[in-house]
């Protein structure tokens, strides 16, 4: 369904629509493959994160990829937004309509989506995405690059995940997912698919190739199951 808010065009999806996430998430008139982008609706206690995160958008420009991500125009969701759509690439938002009290949605987005849960809107934002990049954030961040490798796990998808380590911020994430996988609860498959660059030209070097480790399950056949 589509509604007009202060002259922008939304499109509403509900989780009754993502049961045929396909048809809900038409990527046939995009101009160019989308990246995920997971990072904080606040920007951090030092500018190091806000550079990095207008830098990377401005990487993802120059090389021909869009973005797709939270939908907010505050913290480094706005910051990488607003370089990716200033660089002329496309940028497409999804928030849920509970938070636009709380996040302001960016106004000058592609394609602006409104869910009715944070659920449809993580399902909406992954099948838009060919890859996933997680900058610094908060609980939110976390969840979401958690979740997406969680999907991964179970043959879900097949599509790069890239943990931008910037600063070193997720130095004890890692440090905790290996101590996780030494003591048994991960496989060291599901470690090395999340791939870890200390640098942007390198997580964009990254997307040029596959990032693709064999599998005894076929990811299609899981999908939608």
């Known amino acids: 369904m589509q509604m007009n808010i202060n002259n922008t065009n939304y499109e509403v999806l509900t989780s009754q629509d993502i049961t045929h996430i396909e048809k809900a998430v038409d990527k046939s008139t995009l101009a160019m493959p989308l990246v995920a982008v997971y990072c904080g609706s606040r920007s951090g206690n030092d500018e190091v994160y806000e550079k990095a995160a207008r830098e990377l958008g401005q990487a993802l420009a120059k090389n021909g990829l869009g973005l797709v991500y939270g939908g907010a125009s505050i913290g480094l969701m706005g910051a990488v937004a607003d370089e ?3 660089s002329g690439a496309q940028a497409v938002g999804v928030i849920p309509t509970f938070m636009l009290k709380h996040e302001i949605a960016h106004q000058k987005l592609t394609r602006l989506h409104l869910t009715d849960t ?3 809107r993580k399902t909406v934002m992954a099948e838009y995405a060919d890859a996933f990049i997680t900058l610094p954030g908060g609980l939110g961040t976390l969840e979401e690059i958690m979740e997406i490798a969680t999907w991964r796990q179970l043959y879900q998808h097949e599509k ?5 380590n910037i600063n070193g911020f997720y130095d004890t994430l890692i440090e905790h997912l290996k101590y996780t996988t030494e003591q ?3 496989k060291q498959q599901d470690l090395d698919r999340l791939v870890v660059c200390n640098s942007i030209d390198e997580a964009i070097d990254l997307l040029h190739v596959v ?3 064999d599998d005894e399950v076929d990811t299609e056949k899981m999908v939608g199951k």
Do not use: E, Q, S, Y
């Not at 790069?160 to 931008?164: A, D, F, G, S, T």
């Open 160 to 164: 790069p995940m890239i943990i931008l």
């Open 84 to 86: 990716v759509i200033n």
């Open 184 to 186: 048994g609860f991960m």
């Open 211 to 213: 990032v693709k480790i």
């Open 118 to 120: 944070m659920h449809t």
